[in-house]
């Protein structure tokens, strides 16, 4: 496995309300990495710079240490994929139909048919996410946790080893967040595939991530392992916020020192 699968070096941009300074990273290979931060803090223009979705006014982005620049629309997303948070409304497709939209970065003009490989591709990608009895089903009748695995089945069908997750649990339930999670989690462990998704929940961003990206205005603020990260002082200097943070069998709970002050006063 590659030392450095993905890496950004000295990333700036200004776009008006998409602003990144000086954004410097290394992603684990192989491993999980959340990026946490408030609102309008730079993160999914963090994943858009990295598919070249937005474009760089310096720095490089380095997907296995050669230069983005480098490679074409089509080598690039035969690198690295992405899932956005926006579901775009789909036209009347099956799950299989949709997943198999992933193999399009392997396909040559006028030579549309499946290969032996894309259809290993797509029933594994169908599997993997436990889509195999929905393969016949419309897309737009499946609930919000078995579209978004859907989604997420067409992004591994595209045979990546770099996946980009922008807030894969938005607009889910509990339930069907931990779902996605887990999901995903058994996927890193069982394929090595190098994940790094945006996150707007601290708790699930420490349990299931193995490193952490904390933004802020633009910048890098925090980055390191989440046990060592997620304190009362990085919740101070993120978020604003006064808690306190305790781990409890590896998870984090984060509670908010106003509630423990009412808790009191009752």
């Known amino acids: 496995m590659n030392a450095k699968a993905l890496e950004l070096k000295d990333i700036s941009l200004n776009r008006g309300y998409f602003r990144l300074q000086g954004i410097n990273a290394e992603f ?12 309008g803090s ?26 983005a620049s480098a490679f074409s629309p089509r080598q690039l997303a035969q690198h690295i994929s992405m899932l956005p948070q926006a579901k775009d409304s789909m036209p009347d497709l099956t799950v299989r139909e949709l997943v198999s939209y992933g193999r ?5 003009l006028f030579h549309q048919r499946h290969t032996k490989e894309d259809k290993r591709a797509i029933d594994f990608a169908i599997e993997a996410t436990c889509m195999s009895k929905h393969v016949e089903r419309l897309y737009y009748t499946l609930s919000g946790g078995e579209q978004q695995r859907a989604r997420i089945a067409m ?29 995903l989690k058994r996927i890193n ?9 945006v996150l707007h929940d601290l708790q699930q961003a420490a ?11 633009g910048i890098i603020a925090a980055a390191g392992h989440p046990s060592a990260l997620l304190t009362p002082a990085f919740l101070k200097e993120i978020y604003d916020i006064d808690a306190k943070v305790m781990f409890i069998d590896g998870y984090p709970l984060i509670i908010p020192m106003a509630g423990i002050q009412i808790q009191e006063e009752l």
């Open 42 to 67: 730079g993160k999914s223009t963090l994943l858009r710079t990295m598919t070249r979705l937005i474009g760089v006014d310096s720095g490089e982005v380095l997907i296995h240490e050669k230069p």
């Open 28 to 39: 684990p290979p192989g491993r999980i990495t959340a990026v946490v931060g408030p609102n």
């Open 207 to 217: 349990a299931y991530g193995h490193h952490m990206i904390a933004m802020k205005r």
């Open 155 to 183: 992004a591994l069908a595209q045979g990546t080893d770099i996946l980009l997750l922008d807030e894969p649990t938005t607009y889910l339930d509990i339930a069907h967040q931990l779902e996605i999670l887990n999901m």
């Open 189 to 197: 462990e069982h394929m090595g595939i190098t994940i790094v998704m």
């Open 104 to 108: 399009a970065p392997y396909k040559k």
